[in-house]
């Protein structure tokens, strides 16, 4: 579900976005008014706008608007070493106790990704919807990568086998 590299990251983004957009016209269009659907399909859109308008606003505002952004970045920040522990709610096989302190920590490192580059990303989609194409597979699907010694564990090792045709898709 998640790229390999970077350099997919935003395309994908970019097509997902697109995909978005062609969804919730289709939700805006067929759903009833009254229904949960259309109501949550309205406050999402909702959001995606000012949650855009904002830093503008900001920006135009400023200094007036600094007291505002330090208390907006703050609690951005504690919500998320709030809602970071909800990771460690599923316990995966293999992860170490150490292994999910990091993920904890490392939590609102994502968060600022997504919102600072990724949601411009999507911004772009949305409003270039209709440029919609491959973005990420222009040159075909992705090479799939299959780990290093796959091939040599016995099916009992709980690695399913791979037929040789799919080993490297082009």
């Known amino acids: 579900m998640h790229p ?5 990251q935003f395309p994908q983004w970019t097509r997902w976005a ?9 939700r805006l269009r067929y ?3 009254r229904s949960y659907g ?3 399909t309205m406050m999402v859109w909702y959001m995606i706008w000012m949650s855009a308008a904002l830093p503008v606003v900001f920006a135009i505002t400023w200094p007036r608007s600094e007291h505002v952004l330090q208390f907006a970045a703050v609690s951005i920040l ?11 709610q599923v316990r995966r096989e293999g992860e170490t106790w150490l292994y999910r ?4 920590l490392i939590y609102p490192t994502g968060i600022m990704w997504t919102t600072l580059v990724l949601r411009p990303v999507r911004l772009y989609g949305i409003v270039t919807f209709l440029k919609q194409r491959w973005t990420t597979r222009q040159h075909g699907i992705e090479e799939l990568t299959v780990p290093v010694g796959v091939h040599d564990l016995p099916p009992e090792a709980g690695v399913p086998a791979l037929r040789p045709e799919l080993e490297a898709v082009t």
């Open 4 to 8: 390999e590299t970077f350099s997919h």
């Open 18 to 26: 697109r995909g978005a957009v062609i969804r919730n016209c289709w």
């Open 31 to 33: 759903l009833p008014v």
């Open 38 to 40: 259309f109501i949550w």
């Open 78 to 88: 504690a919500w998320t070493y709030m809602v970071a522990p909800k990771i460690c």
């Open 101 to 104: 302190l990091r993920s904890v």
